[in-house]
């Protein structure tokens, strides 16, 4: 599976949007970037994924780079709720594992 | 919204004793999952499962564990003989399948497992 790198930790305030980065400049022509968090004390959870352009959904948004080699999980406003840790997964759309290799992530701190 | 739930939420045993959790993963899904987290450390794959059989499982998953469908619904992880090191958190996952590249894994709320 292609690496990525995420910053072990970031801080954000209550309702200001959270952008958290994540590099993986070996990622293959047909890697998907995947975005899954942990809450404290929970499974982890899907946030959102995509292949080249931008995505959209009621979580959060997913910003692309044109070359593929970084990608931006957007928070629009930040909850109290969103504190977790944020993990960028990337995913082989052929014929690729089942399994999710999860890094350490982002550890996302939110202020009230 | 359809959810995977796990028993026991807290698993408390002695060492070299057999233990077994329990999933009931999403209704329609086809694909299951084991995964563990020690505490403190990253989450981690044990095994994945697909038409009854056990279709990729990773270098921690040896002998000692195993899985299986026991009906339509359950989908469990033993654990034959515990170690002190198996204590982690346990989650099962489940996904519609079969494609890697945009398939989405659900999982459950976990197991704490205690090895004394």
């Known amino acids: 599976d292609a690496k990525t790198t995420q910053p072990n930790s970031m801080e954000s305030n209550e309702e200001e949007p959270v952008h958290l980065p994540c590099n993986h400049s070996?990622?293959?022509?047909?890697?998907?970037i995947h975005w899954y968090r942990q809450l404290p004390s929970q499974g982890p959870e899907y946030v959102i994924h995509g292949l080249t352009s931008n995505v959209n959904n009621r979580m959060a948004s997913l910003a692309i780079a044109e070359d593929r080699k970084s990608s931006t999980l957007i928070l629009h406003r930040a909850t109290l709720r969103d504190a977790a840790v944020y993990y960028c997964?990337?995913?082989?759309?052929?014929?690729?594992?089942?399994?999710?290799?999860f890094g350490k992530g982002t550890k996302l701190t939110v202020n009230p | 919204e359809p959810e995977v739930t796990q028993t026991p939420s807290h698993q408390v045993t002695q060492m070299g004793q057999e233990v077994i959790l329990r999933c009931v993963p999403i209704s329609n899904h086809l694909y299951f999952y084991w995964y563990r987290q020690i505490l403190g450390q990253k989450v981690e794959f044990l095994v994945s499962f697909y038409n009854n059989e056990i279709s990729e499982k990773s270098e921690i998953f040896d002998d000692q564990f195993s899985v299986e469908r026991p009906d339509g619904s359950n989908f469990t992880l033993k654990i034959r003989s515990t170690k002190l090191e198996d204590s982690a958190m346990y989650f099962c996952?489940?996904?519609?399948?079969?494609?890697?590249?945009?398939?989405?894994?659900?999982f459950g709320p976990g197991t704490r497992l205690t090895v004394l």
């Open positions: 997964i990337l995913r082989d759309g052929q014929g690729g594992s089942e399994k999710l290799v």
């Open positions: 070996t990622i293959s022509g047909t890697d998907y």
């Open positions: 996952a489940s996904s519609e399948g079969p494609y890697a590249g945009t398939d989405t894994q659900y």
